[in-house]
C-alpha cells in the first residue's frame, strides 16, 4: 500500500512562517509531478503548488511569492515553504501526484493560523 505522509503542521501567526514535509515512496517520486493540496473546513481539496520532475513549480495564484516548493531527490521528499502567512492559508494540507491519485491521499497535516 502506497503511503504518504505529511508533517509539519502547526499553529502558526498571521504574518508567520512554516515549513510542510512529505516523504514519498521512492518509486512514486521518481517518475510524478507532486503537489501540495488544501482543504479549509467545508471546502473542497484545492491545489495549492506543484512541482515536475525537472523542479520546475506552479502555484495557485494566491500563493505566488508567499510559498515555495520544492523536491529533494536524495530524499524523495516535498517541502512546502510558507510565509506570510493569512488566516486564508489555514487548512489540512496533503501531498499527492499531480493529476491526484485517489489512493495516495494521507493523513495530512493541519496548519492553524491565529493570533
Known amino acids: 500500500q502506497v503511503r504518504i505522509v505529511e508533517s509539519g503542521g502547526d499553529l502558526v501567526q498571521p504574518g508567520g512562517s512554516l515549513t510542510l514535509s512529505c516523504s514519498v515512496p521512492?518509486?512514486?517520486?521518481?517518475?510524478?509531478?507532486m503537489g501540495w493540496y488544501r482543504q479549509a473546513p467545508g471546502q473542497q481539496r484545492d491545489l495549492v503548488a506543484r512541482i515536475n520532475l525537472y523542479h520546475a513549480p506552479t502555484y495557485e495564484d494566491s500563493v505566488k511569492g508567499r510559498f515555495t516548493i520544492s523536491r529533494d531527490n536524495a530524499k524523495n521528499t516535498v517541502l512546502l515553504q510558507m510565509t506570510s502567512v493569512t488566516t486564508a492559508d489555514a487548512g489540512i494540507y496533503y501531498c499527492?501526484?499531480?493529476?491526484?491519485?485517489?489512493?495516495?491521499w494521507g493523513q495530512g497535516t493541519q496548519v492553524t493560523v491565529s493570533s
Open positions: 521512492g518509486d512514486i517520486f521518481s517518475r510524478w509531478t
Open positions: 499527492n501526484t499531480w493529476k491526484p491519485t485517489d489512493a495516495f
